[in-house]
């Protein structure tokens, strides 16, 4: 075999060789997983913020993304130190937003106890509710605020966790920590009735589909690999051992 007739024999095997990781350019996952099927989008009278860290960007498993995907008229903007960044700095500098941060510690106002009408008074009816959210690890959202002198001084939300996070292939520090997708979701059902969006309609579980959907995608991948690694599989038989023959 000659090298033009290599060259041409690897082209070939090359070309029919399935691209497994080819990705998609939406959800950034390989096609395999890609969830884009079941991502409905919907208007959730509040335009959400996310705010991106760097390296959640790169992960696989990116609920901020996610989040984006859904939301109608939300933000995706990576970084870190968001001082001068141009994006986010028009958003807050708008006099038609009321700009809010989804934040936990001792300066937030915590939605979980209040009533629907206690709720409805923290907000200007006249501006759009713009909630900001960090998407990182617990880690790096203190990195991130710590930085973003224009972030420091947004009001702060938080809520009380209802339920375990259902993120079960990614290990939370507690299991009062949610995802970004479900702190969504959760922020969406305490205040949805005050921005005028019909809670009651679920339109906002569409988040949790996506997301759930994902979870077992994720955890069928893990349990198929678990099963392809499982030395009792490769056993060998007591008459083909090395002893019998």
Not at 163 to 168: A, C, E, G, L, V
Request: with cysteine; hydrophobic share 35%.
């Amino acid at each position: 075999m000659n090298l033009q007739q290599y060259l041409e024999q690897r082209k070939q095997q090359s070309e029919a060789t399935p691209l497994f990781r080819e990705l998609c350019l939406s959800c950034i996952q390989p096609r395999f997983s890609c969830y884009c099927h079941h991502i409905e989008k919907f208007d959730p009278n509040i335009d959400f913020v996310i705010l991106i860290h760097p390296i959640e960007v790169r992960r696989r498993i990116a609920t901020g993304r996610m989040s984006h995907l859904c939301l109608e008229n939300s933000f995706l903007i990576r970084g870190q130190d968001y001082t001068h960044d141009a994006s986010v700095n028009e958003i807050l500098s708008d006099p038609n937003r009321q700009c809010m941060i989804l934040y936990p510690g001792k300066t937030s106002q915590n939605l979980t106890p209040m009533t629907q009408g206690e709720r409805r008074g923290l907000f200007d009816q006249t501006k759009k509710l713009t909630l900001f959210v960090i998407d990182g690890t617990w880690a790096s959202a203190i990195k991130m605020m710590r930085q973003s002198q224009n972030l420091l001084n947004l009001p702060r939300i938080c809520f009380s966790p209802e339920k375990p996070s259902n993120f079960r292939v990614r290990k939370q520090p507690h299991e009062g920590c949610y995802s970004t997708i479900e702190a969504i979701h959760h922020t969406i059902e305490l205040l949805g009735e005050s921005q005028g969006f019909d809670v009651s309609s679920r339109q906002h579980d569409r988040l949790l589909h996506v997301f759930d959907s994902m979870v077992e995608l994720q955890l069928s991948f893990i349990k198929t690999a678990d099963e392809v690694d499982d030395p009792k599989r490769y056993r060998v038989p007591r008459f083909l051992s090395r002893r019998a023959v």
